[in-house]
């Protein structure tokens, strides 16, 4: 994501100060916070998927997994495709969905069906930049932990996420469904993933604190707002506070593996009638739009950053997609048309006229089917798409049962 000019500057001064003090500060060698003053929630056992790629009790053999990419603003386009899709009238009940930063905040609205569209659409389509970031005085910079306070998005998701969803979320999850948001840790430096279902059959206030937190964590954009902490010290020894940030840093999309061993037989045919089906929303384009870059240290590195977080997106679709073909899973994936002439000065923009329009396009590519690609826009890095099998993008609609 690229950032405002006050705010890539800043973000960028922090990253190089940072890379330039880890090569010459020794590593700890872990990251423990003691004393009352951080108020961490406690992560009781089962609120993470603590073996992705195991066996998951409980879970009922998926037949519609549902994962939603990071990707800013641009979360208006897939919470329009939800919309279109619903109205097109072909939209199946998602045995198990995943999201990560603007996924993760779409995710429990996706996970309880087209009843909770409309919210969806005005949290995407109503809210300003000032609704979920305030920038702080840059002068005060060298002693944060982020250029932003994230108290409004806080406020937010307080408003969004009531006793009454928590309790849908906890019925679902009771039947057999799953709901899987997307973490960063900064201590272990790789994505965790959360069992928001289990987390909703917490009794709230904890409950619903905890579930709270962990959306705020997938969606804070390291540097830009202030890492969330969690305790997991598990009450043994001192208070140990692992940070956690921006799903998308390490998960941009995902679907854990276990769920593709109970989805499908391995060696299963993708095509065959009844197969499985995997569905990946991405929030933005397959590529980034090209464009001039100035050769100055901020531009240099924002463009750079903008290209390998795009990269991320389409290599974890491609891991997808090899996974789906293991199993027997039959792949679909859809983004932001690349001809499409709405690009936000920033992905951190919130602009409501630009959200709107975002999310009409959405809604017009889910009301067309929805427009769904049979395979991801490249198979390796240097492909550029032309690698493809000519009968993928053929399939016909996946017909809802």
């Not at 506070?241 to 390490?250: I, K, P």
């Not at 384009?285 to 750079?304: E, H, N, Q, W």
């Not at 409501?352 to 769904?372: T, V």
């Amino acid at each position: 994501m690229t950032l405002s000019r006050n705010c890539a500057r800043a973000c960028a001064v922090a990253a190089l100060a940072a890379a330039v003090l880890t090569g010459c500060m020794p590593r700890a060698r872990s990251l423990v916070l003691t004393g009352p003053s951080h108020e961490a929630h406690f992560v009781p056992p089962g609120a993470i998927l603590e073996r992705p790629a195991g066996a998951i009790p409980g879970l009922r053999a998926p037949r519609h997994v549902l994962a939603l990419s990071s990707g800013g603003l641009y979360g208006a386009y897939s919470a329009g495709v939800l919309d279109g899709w619903t109205r097109a009238g072909t939209r199946p009940e998602f045995d198990v969905v995943t999201g990560a930063s603007t996924g993760a905040l779409i995710a429990p609205f996706a996970f309880l069906g087209p009843d909770y569209d409309a919210r969806a659409m005005r949290l995407y389509t109503g809210v300003r930049t000032s609704d979920i970031f305030r920038l702080r005085s840059f002068y005060t910079l060298p002693f944060r932990d982020a250029v932003a306070t994230s108290a409004p998005l806080r406020r937010l998701i307080d408003e969004q996420i009531d006793e009454c969803l928590m309790t849908e979320i906890a019925q679902a999850h009771r039947a057999g469904r799953r709901l899987y948001v997307a973490t960063t840790d900064l201590r272990t430096k790789r994505p965790v993933i959360w069992d928001m279902g289990a987390i909703a059959c917490m009794p709230c206030p904890v409950g619903c604190a905890l579930f709270r937190d962990v959306l705020l964590a997938s969606a804070s954009v390291p540097g830009v707002f202030p890492p969330v902490p969690f305790d997991t010290g598990a009450g043994k020894g001192p208070l140990k506070v692992d940070l956690h940030v921006d799903g998308g840093v390490t998960a941009p999309l995902f679907v854990p593996p276990g769920v593709f061993a109970a989805a499908g037989p391995d060696g299963a045919n993708p095509g065959a009638p009844g197969a499985p089906n995997v569905y990946a929303i991405v929030a933005g384009k397959y590529y980034p739009d090209a464009g001039f870059v100035r050769r100055r240290i901020l531009p240099v590195l924002s463009a750079s950053t903008e290209a390998l977080l795009y990269a991320d997106v389409r290599a974890e679709l491609a891991a997808v997609y090899w996974q789906s073909r293991v199993y027997g899973v039959r792949f679909h994936t859809i983004a932001l048309r690349q001809g499409t002439k709405l690009e936000a000065p920033t992905s951190v923009s919130f602009d409501p006229k630009l959200m709107r329009a975002l999310y009409n396009e959405g809604r017009g590519d889910g009301l067309a089917g929805p427009r769904w690609s049979f395979v991801p826009p490249a198979l390796s890095p240097t492909d550029d798409g032309a690698v493809r099998d000519p009968r993928a993008d053929a399939l016909p609609p996946v017909p809802v049962p």
